[in-house]
Structures are given as C-alpha cells and as structure tokens.
C-alpha cells in the first residue's frame, strides 16, 4: 500500500511538471490544421519538450508501479492531482504568481487525495478475462479513430474535445497497464492489452499536444481530467473488483470529489488576459492557465 502511494504521487509530481514544460514548447510551435502526427517530430527539436518526454516516462513506470498495489481510481485520481503540481512548476518556469483562489484548489485537491489514499483498499486479485483485453484494444482504436476525425473541425469545442479524447486515451493506458499481471516478455507480446497500452499512449499524448495547440489550457485540461478520471475508476469499480477498505466507500467518495472538483477549479482559472497583457502586469502577474495558454494558428 505504500509502495503505491508513493509510486502514485511520484507519477503526479512527473507528469506535473512534465505538462507545464510541454505546454510551453507546444504554444511555441505554429499550429497544424487537424491532427498531425509531424507535429511531435517538429517538437522533438524542442530541448523543454524533450525533458518533459523523459519526465512522462518517470511518470508512467512509477504509474505502472502503483497500479500493481492500489486500486484504478485511486491512483488515476492522483494523476488528476498532478494539474497542482503542473501550476506550482509554473511558478519558477513562467514567472507567475497563483491567486489565492489557485491556492485553496490545490489544497482541496491534496486534501482530498489525503481522504482517498485514507480510504483506498487493494486491487481486485481476481483474473482479468481476455475478452476485457480485447475491449480495451478496441476502445484504443475507437479514440483514436473519433480523434482525428474531430482533429479536423472546427470550432470552440474542438480542443476540449480532443483533450477529452486524451484523456479517455490515458484512461484505457491505466486500465491496460492494471491488466498486465505477467510481465514476461512472450505475455507482453501475446496480450492485447499491451497494444491498447500502445496505442493509447501515443494517439493521447498527440491529440493532448494538438489541443494545447487549438484552445485554451484551461478548457483542455478540465477535459483530460474529466476522462482520465471518472471512466477508468468506472470501469475499475465495475469490471475490474476495486474497492475500498471496509466501511470506507464514503470517506473514498468524498476524498474522490473533492481531488477532482479542486483540479477542475485550478483548470478553469485562467483565460483572464495574455501573461504579458497590460492587464496582466497590472495584476501582478498572470494567472497559472493564461500563462499556460497556447499560441493561436498563423
């Protein structure tokens, strides 16, 4: 249990900064018309862009680590977590100041994981069937087919549809990667929840930079939260056996809402004035999400 947890935190804490490097080399990069997967060559020039690669492969294997000893939605509520980590990051990178209200959103979201790991049980030991391996290949490849479809609209919705799509992308990484129980290199190569794994990863992490591209970071972020969030711990809740420690669902329910309604809040702050707008020098310094936001298309 506390080797997940801390697992689980030092993947919030990677991924965290990780987004906050990305997220700058993105808004840097002209944007593409729909979704171009040249567009994660072009960035891989980008030393800021790189580093934050490395982080996400921190990120993922102490992931991986937690999803072997906790439970799907808590260490996927975690991840939801890492968007405070992603705004004090912030702080020395971008030269920003956070709000009080920014502060009191990481609180609540490190309040509520405080709650949640409280409450969290161990994952289901129960055998995975293989037609549950399957689904989640063939979810992989519904995502990734609706996000380049959506990749080529347009219109306002467009970026946090294809942040949602990420985030559902990331959903079925973490789903896959909690079915992995053998991890012999002929098992790796034989499961379709390896492909999925795949898969997933690399269409979420492009749709993820195009829609940094297209919209805010606000908007996209609240969206990758929502998905990455909520459906997996559904699907670990119902298809897969997680569970509390007896008699705590509520304590695991609240710790849930709270994280996740803390990391929505410091998503939504921001769209306020460009970080070098004469309103924001005004302020003091620009909010963590208007920093953030990303160039528009030239």
């Keep these: 249990m506390v080797v997940g947890i801390v697992a689980a935190t030092v993947s919030a804490l990677a991924y965290g900064i990780a987004s906050a ?9 002209p944007a593409a018309e729909g979704v171009d997967a040249r567009l994660l060559a072009r960035l891989a020039r980008n030393a800021m862009f790189v580093i934050g690669v490395a982080l996400d492969g921190l990120g993922f294997a102490a992931q991986f680590v937690a999803l072997r000893y906790l439970a799907v939605f808590v260490v996927q509520a975690v991840q939801a977590g890492n968007i405070a980590v992603t705004a004090i990051a912030a702080i020395p990178l971008l030269r920003i100041r956070l709000s009080a ?12 994981l405080v709650l949640l790991a409280a409450a969290a049980g161990h994952e289901s030991v129960e055998p995975v069937r293989i037609g549950v391996k399957w689904s989640f290949l063939v979810a992989a490849g519904v995502v990734t ?3 380049f ?6 219109g306002r919705y467009v970026a946090p549809a294809l942040g949602f799509l990420a985030g559902a992308g990331f959903g079925v990484v973490a789903l896959s990667a909690r079915v992995l129980s053998d991890l012999s290199i002929e098992s790796l ?4 929840a390896t492909y999925a794994m795949l898969i997933g990863g690399v269409v979420s992490f492009l749709f993820f930079t195009t829609a940094l591209q297209r919209g805010a970071v606000t908007a996209v972020t609240a969206a990758v939260i929502i998905a990455e969030t909520i459906l997996p711990a559904a699907v670990g809740v119902i298809v897969l056996g997680d569970g509390t420690r007896p008699g705590l669902v509520w304590l695991a329910a609240v710790g849930f809402g709270v994280a996740i309604v803390g990391a929505l ?8 004035a460009p970080a070098n707008s004469d309103e924001s020098r005004a302020r003091g310094g620009a909010s963590v999400s208007s920093a953030l936001s990303p160039s528009r298309p030239r």
């Design 189 to 192: 190569l034989s499961s379709p």
């Design 149 to 154: 479809l959506v990749g080529r609209l347009h």
């Design 101 to 112: 209200r920014e502060w009191a959103a990481i609180a609540s979201v490190c309040v509520g």
């Design 145 to 147: 087919a609706i996000g």
């Design 265 to 272: 809040m410091l998503a939504r702050f921001g769209d306020l």
């Design 21 to 29: 490097l990305q997220a700058v080399a993105a808004r840097a990069e």
